[in-house]
Nanobody
Framework: VQLQASGGGLVQAGGSLRLSCGASGFNFDDYAIGWFRQAPGKEREGVSCIRTSDGTTYYTDSEEGRFIISKDNAKNTVYLQVNSLKPEDTAVYFC???????????????????RGQGTLVTVSS
């Protein structure tokens, strides 16, 4: 089982990035895939989540509109488009997978079966 997060980097404030989460080793369609982030010295923070079976999406109130989550079931990949980046968005972004009902992952509790290694997003002012 593997979740591979990629697409992070250094970007100026106001810029955009598209993060990717590639999944392998499990039945992608049976899972919810979510993104959360962790900045140095801070708690994990849920960002967005998607149910791969039907595309239902979940966002934290503060991020909806700037962050767009999508999926490609044929590629077993979930994307997170991050727009209008701010310095406070600087963090390691992780993707995670939970089988079954998405609530425990997507409602902020950040419970998951599998987690990727993270990709670093750094936003300069």
């Amino acid at each position: 089982v593997q979740l591979q997060a990629s697409g992070g980097g250094l970007v100026q404030a106001g810029g955009s990035l598209r993060l990717s989460c590639g999944a392998s080793g499990f039945n992608f369609d049976d899972y919810a895939i979510g993104w959360f982030r962790q900045a140095p010295g801070k708690e994990r923070e849920g960002v967005s989540c998607i149910r791969t079976s039907d595309g239902t999406t979940y966002y934290t109130d503060s991020e909806e509109g700037r962050f767009i989550i999508s999926k490609d079931n044929a590629k077993n990949t979930v994307y997170l488009q991050v727009n209008s980046l701010k310095p406070e968005d600087t963090a390691v972004y992780f993707c995670a997978a939970l089988r079954g009902p998405p609530g425990p992952l997507c409602n902020g509790r950040l419970m998951y079966d599998y987690r990727g290694q993270g990709t670093l997003v750094t936003v300069s002012s």
